[in-house]
């Protein structure tokens, strides 16, 4: 997606090609808009705010942005990801009930 005055972050992340990518778009707090794309693990939805690795300081410590969700266009990630972390609550919940029945 290409809007007007879009910036896009490079998160020079190293991505395992198992965990997939991530997209948000967000507004800045000078009312422009910014797309990162990180790997899957480095993106959470946390209090009402989106947090994600953007990158590291000089001494190599994760830099972390968090932007409320009102400022946030859209979050793009991976349909295999989130595949996966279906079926891992399907099988945990399955394990469950079987458990409880014997």
Do not use: C
């Amino acid at each position: 997606m290409d809007l007007p005055g879009m910036v896009d972050i490079d998160t020079d992340t190293e991505s395992d090609l198992e965990l997939g990518k991530a997209t948000i778009v967000y507004e800045t707090a000078t009312g422009d808009l910014e797309r990162a794309t990180v790997d899957n693990d480095h993106i959470a939805y946390f209090q009402g705010h989106w947090l994600f690795a953007y990158g590291t300081d000089s001494d190599g410590n994760d830099v972390v942005r968090r932007v409320p969700r009102e400022r946030v266009r859209l979050v793009e990630r991976s349909v295999e990801e989130i595949e996966e972390r279906f079926e891992t609550a399907v099988d945990e919940a399955k394990g469950k009930l079987e458990n409880l029945v014997d």
